[in-house]
C-alpha cells in the first residue's frame, strides 16, 4: 500500500519569502498522480497544484511550483511570494491510476503560519 | 455546476443515536468517497464508490455505512455513534482515472460531528 509522509508538522514563513514544504512518498508503481491541497480556517479542500508521474517537468501555478524527484519519491511544494492568504494547512496526496479503487492516500498534513 | 455539496455542516449527536450524513455531485463523476479528518491524522478513507449500485471498504469502515443508488448521491450512515466519531467528515468525487480524463477530487464543504 502507498504510504504519503509530510515530515514537518508546522512550519513558518515572513510575508513575501519563500517557503518549500516536504513530501515524501512509498510506492512500487511507476505511473501516479500527486498532489498538493490547501486546507485554509474554512476547513474546505482546494487544489493547489498536481503532478503527473510521466512527466518529467515541473508544475507551476502561478507562485506554487513543485520539485518532483521520482527516484528519490520527493514531492515538495515551493511557495514564492508568500501572502497572508498562503496561511492554511497543506496536504500532500497521492492517487494511483489504475481503475477502480484509487482513492487519494493523504500525508498528514503541514500547518503553514505566514508572518507578516 | 453546485459541485460537491454536503449535508449538515454542523452536527451534534448522543451516544449509540445514528444518522445519515449527506452528499450530493452535479458533475457525473463515477467515483465517490467519504473520508474523515482527525487532527494530527490527515484524510483517512471510509467508503468509496466506483458506480452506483458499487461501494466498498476504505481504511476506517467499521461503523458506517454506505450505499449508492444514483450516480448523484452518496449518502454515510452512522448506524449507533460512538464518541471516537467525533470528527470532521468530507464527500470527494472524481472521474476514474484513466482514458485522459480529470481525476482531480472535488470536495464537499465538510461536515462537523461532534457525538458527546
Known amino acids: 500500500a502507498q504510504t504519503v509522509t509530510q515530515s514537518q508538522p508546522e512550519m513558518s514563513v515572513q510575508e513575501a519569502e519563500t517557503v518549500t514544504l516536504s513530501c515524501t512518498y512509498d510506492?512500487?508503481?511507476?505511473?501516479?498522480?500527486l498532489f498538493w491541497y490547501k486546507q485554509p480556517p474554512s476547513r474546505q479542500m482546494i487544489l493547489v497544484i498536481r503532478?503527473?508521474?510521466?512527466?518529467?517537468q515541473n508544475a507551476t501555478e502561478n507562485r506554487f511550483s513543485v520539485n518532483f524527484q521520482k527516484a528519490a519519491k520527493s514531492f515538495s511544494l515551493k511557495i514564492s511570494d508568500s501572502q497572508l492568504g498562503d496561511a492554511a494547512m497543506y496536504f500532500c496526496?497521492?492517487?494511483?491510476?489504475?481503475?477502480?479503487?484509487?482513492?487519494?492516500?493523504f500525508g498528514k498534513g503541514t500547518r503553514l503560519s505566514v508572518i507578516a | 455546476n453546485a459541485g460537491v455539496t454536503q449535508t449538515p455542516k454542523f452536527q451534534v449527536l448522543k451516544t449509540g443515536q445514528s444518522m445519515t450524513l449527506q452528499c450530493a455531485q452535479d458533475?457525473?463523476?463515477?467515483?465517490m468517497s467519504w473520508y474523515r479528518q482527525d487532527p494530527g491524522m490527515g484524510l483517512r478513507l471510509i467508503h468509496y464508490?466506483?458506480?452506483?449500485?458499487?461501494?466498498d471498504q476504505g481504511e476506517v469502515p467499521n461503523g458506517y455505512n454506505v450505499s449508492r443508488s444514483t450516480t448523484e448521491d452518496f449518502p454515510l450512515r452512522l448506524l449507533s455513534a460512538a464518541p471516537s466519531q467525533t470528527s470532521v467528515y468530507f464527500c470527494?468525487?472524481?472521474?476514474?482515472?484513466?482514458?485522459?480524463?480529470?481525476?482531480?477530487?472535488?470536495f464537499g464543504p465538510g461536515t462537523r460531528l461532534t457525538v458527546l
Open positions: 470527494a468525487s472524481s472521474y476514474i482515472p484513466g482514458g485522459g480524463r480529470d481525476n482531480e477530487q472535488f
Open positions: 510506492t512500487s508503481e511507476s505511473d501516479y498522480y
Open positions: 503532478q503527473e508521474a510521466y512527466k518529467q
Open positions: 496526496a497521492y492517487r494511483s491510476p489504475l481503475s477502480g479503487n484509487t482513492p487519494l492516500v
Open positions: 458533475m457525473n463523476h463515477e467515483y
Open positions: 464508490s466506483v458506480g452506483a449500485g458499487i461501494t
